[in-house]
Each structure stands twice: as structure tokens, then as C-alpha cells.
């Protein structure tokens, strides 16, 4: 773990699609009664610095608190092995997630045009927003 709380690991593929994060709980895990809240996807070229892809999942648990967990993959420039980064958070106020979110681009350099906000909020099952995120052609990201 690095200074950040940061897991890294360099034994790490490329993720495929979304749906690889959330099948099975792979990353986010999720009990019944709990729905996903938001989905942040931040693709960036960085241009002579390689390449780097960032997603945050977050849910909202039983008693209305935030839970996230943010993965971030890494090529840079020159390198052979990618890098990547997870990070978790619990019980998170909904009010405070704005701006942990804007910390966590800001840690990570994302341009706003590289940011792409999928709130699945207004759904009111697991079922229902997975079903929207198929239907919308989110789940291939």
C-alpha cells in the first residue's frame, strides 16, 4: 500500500467491461436491499505518459450511507507491466461524496472532458439498474 491507502499491483489485466466489476460482486459487493448509486468512468490518453482508466463504483447500503471502491489502471509510457490502484471507502455520507469524488480527480489529474457519470439514483432495484445499464450499452465500457 502506498502513502494514499493505495493498493499496487502490477499482475494486473486490463479491465474488459463494466459488467466484469459488477458480476458477482467482483469489486463492489452487494447485499440484498443495497443498489448501486453512481458509476464515475474516467478514460484519459495522457499524452506521452501513457495510458490511464479509472472507475468508481458506488452503492448505497441499507441505511441510506455511501460505499465506494475505486480502481484505477495504469500504463505508463514505456512500460511493459500495467499498474493498478483500489481503494475503498465505507459509510459515506451521500452530502460528502461531491467532494470526496472531486478529490479523488484531482488526485488522479482526470481532465473534466475524460469524465463520464452514470447515476443510477433514480432506479429503484439492483435488478432495475443493471437492467438500464444493458439498455443503455453501459455495461460494454
Excluded: W
Excluded at 31 to 46: C, D, H, M, V
Amino acid at each position: 500500500m502506498d502513502e494514499n491507502g493505495l493498493e499496487e499491483r502490477n499482475d494486473v489485466q486490463r479491465p474488459q467491461n463494466l459488467f466484469c466489476d459488477l458480476e458477482g460482486n467482483a469489486l463492489l459487493h452487494i447485499e440484498p436491499g443495497e443498489r448501486l448509486y453512481r458509476i464515475y468512468l474516467l478514460k484519459s490518453p495522457r499524452r506521452g505518459e501513457g495510458y490511464s482508466e479509472h472507475r468508481i463504483l458506488t452503492k448505497e447500503t441499507r441505511d441510506g450511507s455511501l460505499e465506494l471502491v475505486s480502481f484505477a489502471f495504469v500504463i505508463a509510457s514505456g512500460a511493459e507491466t500495467p499498474t493498478s490502484y483500489t481503494a475503498r471507502a465505507c459509510d459515506v455520507p451521500p452530502k460528502n461524496l461531491d467532494h470526496l469524488i472531486e478529490r479523488i480527480l484531482s488526485d488522479a489529474s482526470i481532465e473534466p472532458d475524460d469524465i463520464h457519470v452514470i447515476d443510477l439514483s433514480h432506479l429503484t432495484s439492483l435488478d432495475k439498474q443493471l437492467q438500464f445499464l444493458q439498455q443503455q450499452g453501459n455495461l460494454e465500457i
